[in-house]
């Protein structure tokens, strides 16, 4: 049995879109032992809950000492959802990290946000349960990655 480590400040991850908590582990291993990684996984194959990202997020944070230092660390998709949690919860983290996040596109170019949102559209008309396998698949498969 190993030893229990006092943790003094706890730090909150949230992958991009189809991203999984153990995509941290590196990070984790390179952090001193006083500090906590805490993962969260979006998305579960064995969940078949209702909440919303958010409320996921909120929900792990709720498992946790709430006197624990916290810092939200998100990537991507993951870091998109960190802003609005912090437009909704401004002091629910002492700090917050965004990597590779926008907030998404000025006013001035609507007919590109236009296109993506079309584009978002098609991409959930893909994701159901009958079909994940292969959306996941071609998720990964896109130029971009």
Same mark, same amino acid.
């Given at each position: 049995?190993?030893?229990?480590?006092?943790?003094?400040?706890?730090?909150?991850?949230?992958?991009?879109?189809?991203?999984?908590?153990?995509?941290?582990?590196?990070?984790?291993?390179?952090?001193?032992?006083? @500090?906590?990684?805490?993962? @969260?996984?979006?998305?579960?194959?064995?969940?078949? /809950?209702?909440?919303?990202? @958010?409320?996921? @997020?909120?929900?792990?944070?709720?498992?946790? /000492?709430?006197?624990?230092?916290?810092i939200f660390l998100g990537y991507s998709f993951g870091g998109r959802l960190g802003l609005k949690l912090l437009a909704q919860n401004p002091?629910?983290?002492?700090?917050?990290?965004?990597?590779?996040?926008?907030?998404?596109?000025?006013?001035?170019?609507?007919?590109?946000?236009?296109?993506?949102?079309?584009?978002?559209?098609?991409?959930?008309?893909?994701?159901?349960?009958?079909?994940?396998?292969?959306?996941?698949? /071609?998720?990964?498969?896109?130029?971009?990655?």
């Open positions: 049995m190993g030893s229990v480590v006092s943790r003094d400040l706890l730090v909150f991850t949230v992958s991009g879109f189809l991203g999984q908590a153990s995509d941290w582990l590196e990070v984790q291993k390179k952090l001193k032992p006083s @500090i906590g990684v805490q993962g @969260i996984d979006l998305f579960s194959r064995t969940s078949s /809950d209702n909440l919303t990202f @958010i409320d996921k @997020i909120l929900s792990e944070v709720r498992k946790h /000492d709430l006197s624990l230092r916290k002091n629910l983290f002492e700090r917050w990290v965004f990597v590779s996040t926008g907030a998404g596109l000025p006013d001035a170019a609507s007919a590109e946000r236009s296109q993506r949102l079309e584009s978002d559209r098609e991409w959930a008309r893909k994701i159901t349960p009958q079909n994940w396998s292969q959306f996941v698949i /071609d998720w990964n498969a896109q130029s971009i990655f």
